[in-house]
């Protein structure tokens, strides 16, 4: 077998594989046998038909194609391995030549792991926010706590900050409806401005029933990047002002709580929101590790990475929604959106998660951070500890997934999250200085994770 290999387009590369005429031979024979094998004649038990006699019911066709089904992928695989390629795509191949007595001329184009330049990823250098709690965070947490509580009437005469109006919403950008604002229902705060910026004020003084249109420019902030520093054209419906009424500051509105007295309510608020804001400040110190390690890290992102990454994205959303008893048809139709905006929406996330995965996974080959057998067996027992039964026993899913996960594709995506997971401590440590971090486990069994799917 003869490989020759050309770079075609960044991280695309086409293997072109010759077998020679003897080999081509060989298989052919080996082609016409297993169709042998399956040939039902009149007479002859399945497989004992004579060879000379099958000849005459097996035509050429069948045995060229018959190798080519058999064969191709089998020489394209040893290819990969002989060339030591980490190939992230299914191969798209194209026969070149097959004729008798000539080499088998084939191609497979495929998708493999961009060359990562890593930098200086050992200088990183991040610290956790000290996490302070003020009298006026503790209020305002529990003025939050009052709002869920809060009384509404119905108001005649001019809406006013902190009032509630219930309205429909047009949104237009230009001629283009803009779904992230159109609603049919809606009740606003006004002053809260949990809407589009600026919209509150243009609703404070109007009364129920009055029709409004006003266009409203959006921050180069915001958050939706096809949205920003636009003009959003708006028509607005009142249909209703309310009056919000909040319950008294006092023990018996801790105790409606279930909770002993006011000055109890505000020590487990005190509570709450330093352990919330710890947690958030570990959460940013660690956002802030990867940032720094992925922007380290120059490489051409394959395409193809980013959709596995989309198809990700969805699959975990449409999950979601089966969990709160939609699908995803619903879900569009609901919000007036089709799928393909909302992947447009997803994709510099998937982008961002593909090409720290990149630098993970170059980090931990320089690294040389490996996943031991027996960290595998125990990531295997918390993927199941969901799936059992009253008795302890697996579920039917449990089963199944199971099965998935032991598969020799199943334990290399499971070595790869492990290893990703292990490299990202290993990071953290080494952004604060700590020099003792424990990052590498000897392990001959986990193999280099190719491609993270269990598919």
Known sequence: MEIALKHEDKSQIKITITISPEEVAVEKTKAFERLRQHLRLQGFRPGKVPAP??????????????????????????????????????????????????????????????????GEYKKIRAKTKKVTVKQKDIDEAIDSLRERQAKFETKAGKAEKEDVAAVSVQAHLGEEEVKAFTRESYEIVLGEGYFAPGFDDKLIGCEAGQALE???????????????????????????????????????????????????????????????????????????????????????????????????????FEWRLKQQGFSMELYLKTKKTTLEDMQKDWRPQAETIAHLEVALDAIAREEKIEV????????????????????????????????????????????????????????????????????????????????????
Not at 65 to 77: K, Q
Not at 226 to 250: A, H, M, W, Y
Not at 286 to 297: F, I
């Open 372 to 455: 031991a057998d027996q960290e595998l067996e125990a990531e295997l027992g918390l993927w199941l500890q969901n799936f059992r039964d009253q008795k302890g026993g697996l579920t039917v899913e449990g089963h199944r997934l199971q099965d998935n996960l032991t598969s020799p594709n199943g334990r290399v995506y499971l070595a790869q999250l492990i290893r990703r997971e292990k490299t990202k401590k290993y990071l953290y440590g080494l952004s604060t200085g700590e020099d003792k971090v424990e990052a590498k486990t000897e392990s001959d069994a986990a193999p280099t994770p190719a491609e993270p799917s269990t598919t």
């Open 214 to 316: 006003f266009s409203l420019p959006l921050p180069d902030s915001y958050p939706i990047e096809r949205f920003k520093g636009k003009s959003i054209d708006f028509k607005v419906q009142v249909k209703e002002i309310k009056k919000r009424t909040l319950p008294e500051l006092n023990d018996d509105f801790a105790k409606s709580l279930k909770i002993e007295s006011l000055t109890v309510l505000k020590e487990q608020s005190r509570q709450y929101l330093e352990e919330a804001r710890t947690e958030e400040a570990q959460k940013e110190f660690r956002e802030e590790v990867l940032k720094k390690a992925s922007d380290c890290a120059k490489f051409d992102l394959p395409e193809v990475l980013v959709i596995d990454e989309l198809d990700r994205i969805q699959r975990e």
């Open 53 to 118: 006699m099958a000849q005459a019911h097996i035509h050429e066709a069948d045995i060229r194609s018959d190798l080519l089904e058999t064969c191709v992928p089998t020489w394209y695989l040893a290819a990969v391995r002989e060339q030591k390629l980490h190939v992230i795509s299914d191969p798209s191949f194209d026969l070149q030549t097959f004729e008798d007595g000539k080499p088998l001329t084939f191609s497979a184009t495929v998708t493999v792991y961009p060359d990562v330049k890593l």
